[in-house]
């Protein structure tokens, strides 16, 4: 960032606390993509709880797990609910589709606590605990009469270990107790002088908290059912050793430790069946702790901060604000709230911040070998919890990376590629299975198995259950890599094989309609469900919104890429193309809404928090005239500002596609509530450590945030570069570097405010990162273009000033 942005704001990178946690959502999170931890930070017993990423319940062997689905009664219920839609009976068609239901998902479990208790921690003064994004670095400093003490936490991903370690001026030195406990079953525990280890198993099978309250979390002997697996902690210290019991470490006279802690399980890749025992994977958890506390630690510390820097140093944002780091963050919340203008407008670097909050949480959550994002990162107290934490597809996995590309963390995609990959795999028999058609399929839940069925054990409501639309939306990411750069290896061998399957399939699931169109039937819109013809409530017709719109994506991009990658002749590109031009489209209402299905109904809850009929503004890229942006913006006033998390993310992501900044300004009053104060079920905010509230806690909405807040800054879904186009008025003055915008071009702007209050364009760099981004470009701003060529290796500089005036 050049120098004049540099004086435009202080950098927001930290998270400090003047107390410890006494609640889960006031700790803090440490992740390097496949260890998890949270910290409370309590000078007499810290407590570091500790995920695995991929520590879930079940196996692959879950999807076979009785009471089966009867594919020959599931596809005559399908034929059912379609023959009831065609005489517009859909209460009958949705009573039908209560039998194409499986089980559910697997869930996403707790691993272990790991305690540190110490002596002379009473009388404490001078309390601090901070979380460094830049460094991904969790440090305690506490004085006590004595002395001081300070606690520094990291995790290394190239180490694949937990750091923790421990100085103190006093000097008799500290009594340090260390114990694992977890909340799975223990195989057996095991300590000596150097190291504690537990050895574990998991459930296999364990029920969403909505569906069981007894006999809820199932163990199976057999080893094939469930993984296994163990967390191993070692230490170096200055103080004298004692005899511990199994599971635990104890020394006195301590004035520095290094505590090392990993964890390891018989996972052995996404939608595979385990491998090995829980003593094979102890065997690998204490031979990283051991060449970790052989290793220097500073070497250990300097390497982890370098790895993180390159992930989270490509980006930053300064706001133009009071400096208010010197308040702990929860009162700076506190603080913000209370000013009737809004939180952002009367702290407008608490933006910046929770901006740079949501990349370090996906980078501490989704790196290259581990699994993707779930629906908290990878952060889980609980043996149940909400939503068995897994992969919900039909919007809050797919917001988990939609900042990815704008935001420069590409490298965290893999994850979720092969996720896509295995869901293909699993998807193909589950496609043939229930539909009896070609090609792959996935619905509403998902986990690490790959799970691909629809769930819902007969029980649950179809609106959510029936859904076989996910593989169209989640391949959408595959595609946003293409258009952000990626080069044609990628697309040839990582793109097309599950973009082509996913419309093998949608192009056989298509049905004719009267007017000869092809549409889908039944459909669910996700999640809500209307009023008939008849005055009853039903949530299955024909043809919604989200099902048109992402198949015409869909095979928008099959159609492109054949033609990229020389597969003009296949089959599946001929029969996707001559279905893109049959395809039915969208509808505006009589009253000028987006209809959410193709029959004009009334929804029955017009505030709802899913927004699936305004795909085509965001995340797809449809160029809307003015009808369909007036429909558009007639819808979200519809549904309203108020929602959940996620859903107050997707609104701002939608108003910024329609350049709406006041309108973003009016949404960010929300995301920044404080919800230290319960206010129900579907009213999002954040909690004490900046955690997004669905209610509860789910990650989508600081991911989703973070995604919204680049899309105000700069856009480029229409085949230019949008500069400016919805930044609020509470943002005045500020810039950004290190944006991606398409075809893989690097951003940097900076703005401020003029006289009249308008937000004005300072300057803007523009750098090629792909072969593709090489040559020319349309730049747009504030009603001007100019037409601007990258060269290879050379950073593009425009001013306000460089724009025409419009007209000439």
């Not at 760099?765 to 504030?782: D, E, N, T, V």
């Amino acid at each position: 960032m050049s120098a004049a942005g540099s004086r435009r704001g202080t950098g927001e990178h930290s998270l400090w606390f003047d107390r410890p946690a006494s609640e889960w959502t006031q700790a803090l999170p440490l992740g390097n993509g496949r260890i998890g931890a949270m910290l409370f930070g309590a000078p007499d017993i810290e407590l570091i709880q500790l995920n695995d990423g991929t520590a879930w319940s079940g196996s692959p062997a879950s999807a076979r797990q009785p009471p089966q689905l009867d594919p020959v009664a599931a596809r005559a219920a399908l034929q059912q609910a379609r023959t009831a839609i065609d005489v517009d009976d859909y209460p009958a068609a949705t009573d039908a589709l209560f039998r194409v239901q499986h089980r559910h998902s697997q869930t996403f479990l707790p691993f272990a606590d790991l305690r540190i208790t110490s002596t002379g921690a009473d009388r404490v003064t001078g309390y601090r605990r901070e979380l460094a994004l830049d460094t991904a670095t969790h440090t305690v400093t506490f004085d006590v009469p004595q002395g001081t003490e300070t606690r520094e936490t990291f995790i290394s991903s190239r180490a694949n270990v937990l750091v923790h370690t421990i100085t103190t001026t006093v000097a008799s030195g500290l009594d340090l107790d260390l114990e694992l406990s977890t909340l799975l079953r223990t195989l057996t525990s095991e300590g000596a002088d150097d190291h504690a280890a537990l050895l574990v198993k998991m459930p296999a099978d364990v029920y969403p908290p909505h569906d069981r309250a007894e006999a809820a979390v199932v163990y199976e002997d057999d080893d094939a059912s469930s993984l296994q697996g163990a967390v191993v902690v070692g230490w170096t210290h200055d103080g004298r050793s004692h005899p511990a019991r199994p599971g635990a470490l104890a020394a006195t006279g301590v004035t520095t430790a290094t505590i090392v802690a990993t964890t390891e399980t018989t996972f052995a890749g996404i939608g595979r069946p385990p491998v090995g025992t829980a003593t094979d994977a102890r065997g690998r958890a204490l031979r990283r702790v051991e060449a970790a506390l052989v290793e220097p630690q500073d070497l250990i510390g300097v390497r982890h901060r370098a790895d993180h820097a390159q992930l989270y140093g490509r980006v930053e944002m300064l706001i133009a604000a009071p400096d208010r780091r010197a308040t702990p963050v929860d009162l700076r919340l506190r603080h913000a709230n209370a000013d009737p203008r809004g939180a952002v407008a009367a702290d407008p670097a608490l933006a910046a911040l929770l901006f740079h909050y949501g990349r370090y949480l996906l980078i501490s959550s989704s790196r290259e070998g581990g699994v993707p994002a779930n629906l908290q990162g990878i952060w889980n107290p609980l043996l149940q919890p909400p939503w068995s934490s897994n992969y919900t597809t039909n919007i809050n996995l797919q917001m988990n990376y939609w900042m990815a590309e704008s935001t420069n963390l590409t490298d965290c995609l893999p994850p979720l590629f092969d996720f896509i990959d295995a869901l293909q795999r699993s998807g193909t028999e589950t496609a043939e299975r229930v539909y009896g058609l070609p090609g792959w399929v996935a619905h509403h839940n998902s986990d690490v198995w790959a799970y691909s069925l629809p769930v819902g054990e007969g029980a649950h409501e179809p609106k959510w259950s029936f859904w076989p639309m996910a593989g169209p939306w989640l391949v959408r990411h595959l595609w946003e890599r293409v258009l952000h750069g990626a080069g044609e290896d990628f697309a040839r061998r990582c793109a097309w094989p599950p973009i082509r399957s996913a419309a093998e399939f949608s192009v056989a699931w298509l049905v004719e309609q009267s007017d000869g169109t092809l549409g889908t039937s039944p459909s669910t819109s996700p999640e809500n469900e209307f009023l008939g013809p008849d005055g009853r409530p039903a949530q299955a017709a024909r043809s919604a919104a989200l099902d048109l719109v992402v198949l015409a994506d869909l095979f928008h991009m099959v159609d492109t890429l054949a033609t990229r990658l020389g597969f003009d002749e296949d089959p599946v590109v001929r029969a996707a193309r001559d279905a893109l031009a049959r395809l039915d489209t969208p509808r505006i209402s009589h009253s000028g809404l987006v209809q959410e299905w193709r029959d004009d109904v009334s929804s029955l809850d017009p505030h709802h928090r899913h927004l699936s009929h305004l795909y085509l503004a965001y995340p797809g890229d449809w160029r809307l005239n003015a009808e369909w942006s007036r429909a558009v913006s007639a819808s979200l006033d519809q549904r309203g500002d108020e929602s959940t998390g996620w859903s107050l993310a997707w609104k701002t992501l939608l108003r910024a596609r329609l350049h709406q900044p006041e309108r973003v300004e009016n949404l960010l009053r929300l995301v920044f509530r404080d919800m230290e104060i319960d206010r129900g079920p579907f009213v999002g905010g954040l909690y004490p450590n900046l955690f997004a509230a669905h209610p509860p806690f789910q990650i989508d909405g600081n991911f989703g945030y973070t995604a919204a807040i680049a899309e105000c800054v700069v856009q480029s879904h229409l085949g230019s570069i949008d500069l400016l186009p919805a930044v609020p008025p509470s943002l005045a003055s500020g810039a950004v570097r290190g944006l991606q915008v398409r075809p893989g071009v690097e951003v940097a702007i900076e703005w401020s405010t003029d006289s009249e209050g308008d937000v004005v364009l300072q300057q803007v760099s523009l750098r090629a990162l792909a072969s593709g981004a090489i040559g020319g470009h349309l730049i747009r701003y504030g009603g001007r273009e100019v037409v601007v060529t990258l060269e290879a290796g050379v950073q593009t500089v425009l001013t306000r000033d460089d724009f025409p005036a419009a007209g000439t």
